[in-house]
């Protein structure tokens, strides 16, 4: 992964120095609460229901293990003992206090990580596939050109005051891990002609109110004009993108306004006219970058069946569901749950960071990934040392065996945390854990991707779920609207709304009966979920939610 | 008379901004300028709003010696850009000065995209906002100032 050096240290620990002196003058009241708040959200401090809510960048989802102890510390010392992993594959801590923030950053600092720009209307955290680097159908590992697009959009002069957020994904595999088609820029690794290396570049993608696929608007970029033309679409979307209203502000309402072909064209002549100042990636410079995430000191060792006879029931659910195919023979790839029925999804007490960290360092090269699911990865696992992971993830809470089921969903902090919720997510995901208990149903369901956010902003992500759940205020009181048949990868496709909004108390039931159809109409049992919900359409799932009683507002 | 922040000092601007009545040379705005190019003195300066494309200075920009950029609030990025664009693509060497609803933590941003003056709210402490010029030592992208030149790692 990348090391800081000195030049990296010297930036990370000037930026503290002035968060440190801005969070002064904001307390001596030299700051108004108008003129501190842009401050502060670029170092992605929110002020939430209880408390500020500290946004910390997990650069491309990627940790190792001194830094993921280092989370752990900072839950315990200035937090109430965990955090909550985001599906920008960023961490939360929801109750630290505004005096303690520089201190926190300066902790961070010490194992080379920040809050930089992780909220504010500027370049977000650039997010990528999670199984970078040792996914076999990858052609390309997006992670040295995810850090490239890091230091590039790191305080950048010219796009710090946009008119609103925007979010960068790369990949570069076969099948989109990273969403990357609901960003304001989507990048794809692709091959040209000659095999030479390039981008497919997607503009205008998004979810919020407005949600919308990302269009084309260079089937082929070569590799090392990547900033130069990132600097052309942000210098088109900053000079007019609309400020006059948050919810016209995103590059997809520009896009959409002067139409795929006339952007496109601006795109091109800002990038032309630029050609003279704009950055151009050095071979050396990308070899440089490359040579930081070069695969790590794989034994040779051949594949072998780990569920053998011999080995638990427990294990074996385990191994199908939790871990992947590794791109090296002999090894696997291990997706740790944070979905534990009960618990809110996606968050973790500091003796779990801790316990993970020491087991990263023994099975999986001191690294640690966040998915933008929510869910930590130890990437690159001996299969001959499963069994042992296994057995000291499951005391910790930690081999859940769901990854892929209906229980592995995807869940915003809502109505307990955020300040914009309508919604109490996190009670509606205890409510669904309790109703699918039965792991064996959860299994002969197959895969289905239930994402749930707890007001339009979508942080998470309802319009691309198999099934997604919108909470939305009616008087005062929690409703939640239901979609079906949303996608974040292969065909993306945005859901498609049932019905009217159901009740608090009728959401699980609703599910239920949503996959009462399923089971009873799906073709054979290899028909998935979204493959059934896309042949019939919503109407026999809405006749059957809808059906003369109670669940219906 | 305005104070104008300068490198490291102080100057007093005898410029008028659009509006403004007194003695000094006035400043146009980009419509004015476009209008009386053809007989403009060899010393003009321009008053450049939020929407204005200054792309449409290509023509003159040698009779230009002061461009003022208004920002209209603490949010509004697009200055930035018409700075970058004034300094990369018209090859502008005069002062280019930004004005408007900007406190000491902008300049350092403003410096790296060419702003060399700084019109800042007279409450504004003037020795803090120097130093918040001077905040960082390091920066990862080439930009367009020189008033402010954080190392780069090409140079490390």
Same mark, same amino acid.
């Given at each position: ?186 990048? /794809?690794?692709? !091959?040209?002609?000659?095999?030479? =290396?390039?981008?497919? $570049? @997607? %503009? ?6 407005? &949600? ?108 199908? /569901?939790?871990? !992947?195919?590794?791109?090296?023979? =002999?090894?696997?790839? $291990? @997706? %740790? ?6 618990? &809110? ?209 | ?156």
């Amino acid at each position: 992964m990348y090391r800081y050096d000195e030049f990296d240290r010297t930036f990370l620990a000037e930026r503290v120095a002035e968060f440190r002196e801005q969070t002064r003058r904001f307390l001596a009241g030299e700051l108004s609460e108008d003129e501190f708040r842009p401050l502060r959200l670029r170092n992605g401090l929110y002020i939430q229901t209880h408390a500020p809510m500290l946004r910390v960048a997990i650069p491309y989802g990627l940790l190792d293990s001194r830094q993921l102890r280092m989370l752990a510390h900072i839950a315990r010392r200035y937090d109430r003992g965990y955090g909550h992993f985001s599906t920008r594959q960023n961490i939360q801590y929801n109750w630290p206090k505004l005096a303690e923030v520089p201190d926190i950053l300066a902790d961070l600092a010490t194992v080379d990580m920040h809050a930089i720009q992780t909220s504010g209307n500027c370049i977000r955290n650039v997010t990528a596939d999670h199984l970078a680097g040792v996914a076999p159908d990858e052609l390309e590992d997006p992670r040295p050109w995810c850090e490239l697009i890091r230091q590039w959009s790191t305080l950048h002069p010219e796009f710090y005051y946009l008119p609103r957020k925007f979010k960068i994904a790369v990949t570069g595999a076969a099948t989109d891990r990273a969403a990357s088609e609901v960003h304001d820029i989507g990048l /794809h690794l692709v !091959r040209g002609a000659d095999g030479i =290396g390039g981008f497919e $570049v @997607l %503009v205008g993608g998004g979810l919020g109110r407005m &949600p919308i696929i990302g269009k084309q608007i260079r089937s082929f970029l070569p590799q090392q004009e990547l900033l130069a033309y990132l600097e052309a679409i942000l210098r088109v979307y900053n000079r007019h993108g609309r400020r006059d209203n948050i919810h016209r502000a995103r590059i997809k309402v520009l896009v959409k306004a002067l139409g795929v072909p006339e952007f496109t064209r601006q795109v091109e002549a800002e990038y032309s006219a630029s050609r003279a100042s704009a950055p151009r990636l050095e071979t050396a410079q990308i070899e440089r970058m490359r040579a930081f995430f070069a695969p790590p000191a794989y034994r040779s060792l051949a594949d072998e069946d780990p569920t053998r006879a011999g080995v638990s029931a427990a294990f074996i659910a385990w191994y199908r /569901h939790n871990t !992947r195919a590794h791109k090296v023979s =002999g090894y696997r790839v $291990v @997706l %740790v749950s944070l979905k534990k029925h009960g618990e &809110p999804p996606g968050d973790m007490f500091d003796p779990q960071m801790d316990a993970l960290a020491d087991l990263a360092d023994r099975y999986s090269f001191g690294q640690i990934r966040v998915t933008h699911d929510q869910n930590l990865v130890l990437a690159d696992v001996a299969q001959t040392e499963l069994a042992a992971l296994h057995a000291a993830l499951e005391p910790l809470g930690l081999a859940t065996p769901n990854i892929g089921t209906l229980t592995d969903m995807i869940c915003c902090p809502g109505l307990d945390f955020c300040s914009l919720a309508n919604a109490g997510s996190i009670d509606v995901a205890r409510q669904i854990h309790e109703q699918f208990s039965d792991f064996d149903y959860l299994y002969d369901l197959g895969e289905v991707q239930l994402k749930m956010s707890g007001c339009m902003n979508a942080c998470g992500h309802h319009h691309v779920g198999h099934i997604g759940i919108l909470g939305v205020d009616k008087r005062g009181e929690e409703w939640y609207q239901i979609t079906l048949g949303g996608s974040a990868s292969g065909q993306v496709a945005l859901g498609e709304v049932i019905g009217p909004s159901v009740a608090k108390d009728r959401v699980a039931a609703t599910i239920a009966r949503i996959l009462d159809v399923y089971i009873e109409r799906r073709d054979n049992s290899d028909e998935s979920f979204l493959q059934t919900v896309r042949r019939l359409g919503v109407a026999p799932f809405r006749e059957r939610v809808y059906a003369a009683d109670t669940a219906a507002a | 008379m305005r104070q104008i922040l300068r490198q490291h000092e102080l100057g007093r601007d005898p410029w008028r901004y659009p509006g403004e009545a007194g003695d000094g040379p006035q400043l146009l705005t980009l419509a004015e300028l476009l209008v009386t190019a053809p007989s403009l003195p060899a010393t003009a300066g321009v008053y450049i709003g939020p929407t204005d494309e200054v792309l449409l200075l290509a023509g003159v920009i040698d009779t230009v010696v002061l461009v003022v950029v208004h920002f209209e609030n603490a949010g509004d990025g697009r200055g930035f850009s018409q700075a970058q664009v004034l300094r990369q693509q018209l090859r502008f060497a005069g002062e280019l000065r930004a004005c408007g609803a900007l406190k000491r933590d902008h300049l350092y941003l403003l410096a790296r995209c060419g702003f060399n003056a700084f019109d800042l709210d007279p409450g504004e402490d003037r020795a803090a906002a120097l130093a918040q010029l001077q905040r960082f030592s390091v920066a990862y992208q080439r930009a367009s100032g020189t008033l402010v030149q954080p190392r780069l790692r090409t140079q490390a």
